[in-house]
């Protein structure tokens, strides 16, 4: 993965007066895509944060995208607690593709990894004093007083003496012609001095979504807009040979029937119109390699791989050998976790109007680097004659990273001739994602006279996500996304193996998915150390708690999840409580599950979850995440997952890839740790405790181990 090592402190620029108003722009490395240079201009441009105008109202350009986890409130707060005004007064829209918008965490524009508050943490406030203090200058220069004796105050610019006041519309104009103050001149606000950030504040973007004005990408409409579905060849690396298109194009409303690299369009006035035009096509598929592929072929290939003394190693400390030589007891296990598909509720759509001079995009997605680079390839324009609109999402979960669904609508608008919004159908959502990708792992663990663990191995066997999305990031043989939440785990065991094998039979497509690997590593290196807990005749709290004792945070976040949920309390015959931990994208989640099984079904009743995010920005939206984590990470703990056969996938809607039910949903309790550190990351951490606090729940109350997922009646009885 590509870095752009920029110091945060050398990023702030202000421009002159945009028609009476104050631009502030960030100056960043151009991408590999633009060779645009930041400058400073009489007019507005891609590359500007903040706009104020003489009517008061500010407008900020948020470079992230909006998918339900409330970052454009989460940003508008940064600016607005330093800029020294109502939240509901800052007025946002999306960025376009731009140098200025790079997410410098991650090196492109793409929203991801939980790091949109953390890149933008000082970024943003700097931002907001910046603008500040120019306003203060222009009051006080204005009424010819020094600028200590002035202020900002809801909007306003206070002197103190004479007791003026203006408000910050009155002031854009001689603001703008002031010079460029550097960031390094401003201050920031003391933590103590906050009034917005770490408060339980209204999201920005409710009204709209609720009042209907909200666009999503399915929202998007433009003039002679035809509609597009596409079919794909139903076996994994299978290819187009022959097609008949004569009743397609027999179907009242369709268009035209088209060949693109997915394979084919049938291109129409109405989405079912489309529809039943794919539905009518005979077509001849070449199955390729994979026509017998199977979810117990490739589970067969990974569990001989992990045998084979080839892995690559992730993590290696202390001296394995005598851990071996010195135990009393040694443990083995082998875990599974399966396939998922994401599941967004906006299927994949995207619409575009491609020309010979320029191509639009209007597009719900998570990365508009890679958005507009594929319009590049597909049309052979040039950078700046390709402008990305980006919408509302409708759920991302690192799905939306991908261009594959930006890619069928450009191709075919190019051919077309039209502007086309290409729309997948839900069975095209589920048998064509790329998916988390399968994971079996080997553990062995020795154990002293104590019980306690002197020596971990743990063998990670799966395809690799980075070999697809960033090649030159596996090095040595080693994707850290597979190995992350294990090659650096937090317990302190002093003799550790974390190694790792490459492999991806029938390379099914698999991508990111939300916690990426910690969703699985989370389950195994849980479920794993409860497992040693009770071979040990340890309580598992109190084992987590001293593999712990040197990390006062993660102490702090365990015991305060333990607490509020009553651990070691009596529960009743056939119920149990199971606790996990885990720390990822610089956040520590702590989760207690309470569950219920009977009659080989598990009901879970409660989970309580603490969380130590650093400094919080917005309290709804910390607790709003972890309530959405925990949903997701249950549908993948006890409901469903992806399964092959005959190089297909299995399931296709709702009734055979299922989603956790408002029914089956427990009684969720969210507590968050005050500190105040440096934010990290809130929207993907939830997850990863979940399955295995249900998992050690399970068997604290019948006894059984869980060690494949989802669960399943026949694991229960």
Known sequence: MNQVNQSR?????VSAA???GLLLSVHLPASENSKQVIEIKNTFNPNAWILLRPDNSIQL???RSEMGQGISTALATLIAEELEVDLAQIKTVFAPVGAAYVNRMIGSQVTGGSTSIREAWEKLRKAGAVARHLLIEAAAQQWQVPAEQCRAQQGKVLHTGSRRSAYYGALVEKAASLPPLDAEMVELKAVDQFSLIGRPLARLDLAEKVNGKAVF???????NMLIASVKRCPIIGGTLKSFDDSAAKAIKGVQQVVKISAGLAVVADTFWAAERGVQALKIEWDAGKNAELST???LHDLQAEIQKDTAAVAHESGDLVAARN???????ALYIAPFQAHACMEPMNCTAQVTAEACEIWVSTQNQSATHKVAMQVTGLPAEKIQVHTTYLGGGFGRRTHPDYVQDAVEIAKIVGQPVKAVWSREEDIRHDRYRPISVQALQADLDKNGKPIGWRQRIASPSVMSLAFPGAVKNGIDQTSVEGAADMSYAIPNRRVDYVLSNPGNVPVWFWRAAGHSQNAFVVESFLDEIAHAGKQDPYELRLELLKDDERKTRVLKLAAKVAGWGQELPKGQGRGIAIHHSFGSTVAQVAEVEVTNGTVKVKRIVCAIDCGIAINLNTIEAQMHSAIVYGLTATLKSHITLHKGQVEQSNFHDFPLLDISEMPKIEVHILK???APGGVGEPGLPPTAPAVTN???????KRIRSLPIQSKDLS
């Open 697 to 703: 729940a399970i068997f604290a109350a019948i006894g």
């Open 18 to 20: 945009v028609g009476g």
């Open 9 to 13: 402190r050398q990023f702030l620029k």
């Open 217 to 223: 990408g399915l929202d998007v409409q433009l003039p």
């Open 296 to 298: 117990a072929s490739i």
């Open 326 to 332: 010195q135990a009393a007891q040694v443990l083995q």
């Open 61 to 63: 350009t948020i470079d």
């Open 675 to 677: 500190n105040t550190k």
